[in-house]
């Protein structure tokens, strides 16, 4: 057995390594100029339409129908979300990588419309998403654009695995959004609308800007997260991650927190009771006047305390600073 073994190791050793090697060589993309392929939506409101293409050193155009719901998967790519003076979704796609950008344009008669695009390894003519390790290219070589209608959607779901997404006024009335380890940059346009708003994020880095949210629910593990604006009741949780969070009203809700540091800052004319149950971590309050720290169960007091904001924190801290 143990020679079995001894023979077995250094073969697999080999073959990986041949395997890892005929990637480089066969799954590039040959080089020459970007060609264009374009295909469009049929806009017909009594049927279903979906559209898969693979991006392969090319330019790549389409245009579907926003349904009230919208979801976008993005992964491996630089992305840009952006209004346009359009009904529609337009969504353009270039790649010059080695790797595939397979792009996903679903639609249903009813209520949504779906994008995916996320990239594969490319073996010679064939496409594996297991084996996208091996290829090269970075990000940038993966551009995608999509246009939005200036309108209000009813719900906004965004999963993004690794790569680069910037979203701007992308109005909705909820928002679910679902981050790895990618970065994501999402300025909100500010009105009357005061949506949900879901997070739930692991080790990336995101913002965001104009969520004045009727309620909310934040859930970051690793990673580093601002939030501006934020409004009205809800839960947050964090474990070894950073959190930088702007209120702008009393905030009311729970904060679980394990290692991490987080940073609140609240109005100085709120009117919030800030109850502790604190581990061995310790919370600072920064007032007009002076820093008060806490490290035992306590509470502090903003103007008549009507609003309830408990603060469950393990080893970390937290500091609570006030602004005009």
């Keep these: 057995m143990k020679h079995a073994l001894a023979t077995l190791i250094p073969l ?4 990986f390594l041949g395997f890892w090697i005929s990637t480089l060589v066969l ?12 295909m469009n939506d049929d806009f017909s409101i009594s049927s279903d ?7 392969n050193n090319e330019e790549f155009t389409s245009e579907i129908a926003a349904n009230p719901n919208l979801i ?11 209004p346009h003076n359009s009904e529609n979704i337009e969504v353009y796609v270039k790649n010059t990588s080695s790797r595939t950008l397979n792009v996903n344009l679903e639609r249903d008669k009813d209520k949504s419309t779906k994008i995916k695009i996320g990239s594969s390894f490319r ?17 940038s070589d993966r551009q995608v654009v ?7 959607f009813d719900s906004v779901k965004i999963a993004q695995g690794s790569g680069k997404v910037n979203i701007i006024k992308l109005q909705a009335k909820a928002y679910d959004v679902d981050l790895g380890s990618g970065q994501l940059d999402f300025e909100r346009e500010i009105d009357d609308t005061r949506p949900v708003f879901a ?11 104009g969520f004045r949210t009727s309620e909310y629910s934040v859930n970051i593990g690793s990673g580093n997260c601002r939030i501006d604006n934020l409004m009205g009741s809800g839960k947050l949780a964090m474990g070894s991650g950073s959190a930088d969070i702007s209120f702008d009203s009393s905030p009311e809700g729970k904060f679980d927190m394990g290692s991490g540091h987080a940073i609140l800052t609240v109005p100085d004319n709120s009117d919030t009771k800030f109850d502790f149950d604190i581990g061995s971590g310790s919370i600072e309050v920064k007032g007009n006047a002076s820093t008060q720290k806490y490290s035992k169960d306590s509470e502090y007091i903003m103007g008549t305390g009507s609003s309830r904001f408990n603060i469950d924190l393990g080893s970390g801290k937290v500091e609570i600073e006030t602004k005009h």
């Design 199 to 209: 997070l739930d994020m692991g080790s990336g880095n995101a913002k965001f800007t």
């Design 123 to 139: 073996f010679g003519i064939f496409n594996f998403n297991f084996f996208e390790i091996f290829t090269t290219g970075s990000i």
């Design 49 to 55: 339409w979906e559209l898969n293409h693979a991006v």
């Design 12 to 15: 697999c050793a080999i073959g």
């Design 146 to 152: 999509i246009k939005v209608p200036q309108k209000t």
């Design 27 to 38: 799954g590039k993309i040959p080089t020459g100029p970007v060609s264009t392929t374009e």
């Design 72 to 82: 976008i998967e993005l992964s491996d790519a630089t992305a840009r979300i952006e």
